[in-house]
């Protein structure tokens, strides 16, 4: 089967991706451009993007350096981009504090990289009228919007403010057949996990709670990215896929 029959392909398809200079997002590029997608990545770490930049396949693909929390950069990056056929949302940090120490900064930290500069972006884009008939946007929320674990609150709820987000999207766009879903991934093994505090110990003892035995990877994540952004998932929309290994009740 060539590229052209594979409803898995992302041949002929122009795919932004926030938040690609590591960890998720760098898996989802580098799965997306061999699948034949003109991959336009963007990050706040230029060096970073250059590395995964010349791990892409394919031509056409594009680097643009941004901060998502700055309007300057935005307006600036919109202003940059070619018409696209996908969006894929990956740029989020992690933070675990109790809720008797949680701060008034904390809060805004969280919630303008996780949720608001989603939502300024995706404004953006359609203004600009940058998103084209039938393309998809996906979401990289997390379990643990509908999972809580003690100390990770804020995290949770940026996350929770997301998935309800993308779902009123969802229907706001479906009239343009331009489809809307979230992926909530379980723990999986990036940098963000041993920066939220978890010790290697306790990520090796913490993976045999999976049914699967061990934590998910980014490209567990990608795989799932590229079926949502390919022509495989035309009459899937407003839908959030959990991939947790097994781990339902984690």
Do not use: H
Not at 10 to 24: E, H
Not at 151 to 178: D, F, M, Q, T, V
Not at 205 to 219: F, I, M, S, V
């Amino acid at each position: 089967m060539n590229m052209v029959d594979n409803p898995f392909s992302l041949q002929g398809k122009t795919i932004l991706v926030t938040g690609a200079s590591s960890g998720i997002g760098r898996a989802i590029s580098i799965a997306c451009s061999r699948m034949g997608a003109k991959v336009v990545l963007t990050g706040r770490n230029k060096e970073r993007l250059n590395s995964i930049f010349d791990s892409l396949s394919g031509n056409g693909c594009q680097m643009l350096v941004a901060d998502l929390t700055s309007d300057e950069d935005v307006r600036a990056l919109v202003g940059q981009l070619p018409l696209l056929d996908g969006v894929v949302y990956c740029a989020g940090i992690g933070q675990r504090l109790p809720c008797k120490m949680v701060m008034s900064q904390d809060v805004d930290e969280v919630m303008n990289i996780n949720f608001k500069s989603n939502v300024l972006l995706q404004a953006a884009l359609l203004k600009a009228k940058k998103i084209q008939k039938s393309s998809s946007i996906v979401f990289i929320a997390s379990r643990a919007a509908s999972s809580p674990s003690i100390g990770n609150a804020i995290y949770s709820a940026s996350k929770g403010a997301l998935i309800s987000y993308a779902k009123c999207l969802a229907l706001e766009l479906a009239p343009r057949l331009i489809r809307v879903n979230c992926i909530c991934p379980a723990m999986v093994a990036t940098d963000l996990i041993l920066k939220g505090g978890l010790t290697m110990e306790d990520f090796g003892a913490a993976q045999l709670q999976y049914p699967l035995k061990r934590y998910g990877t980014p490209e567990d994540v990608a795989y799932l990215a590229v079926y949502l952004l390919s022509d495989a998932s035309a009459w899937m929309t407003g839908s959030c896929v959990d991939l947790t290994g097994g781990a339902n009740e984690l």
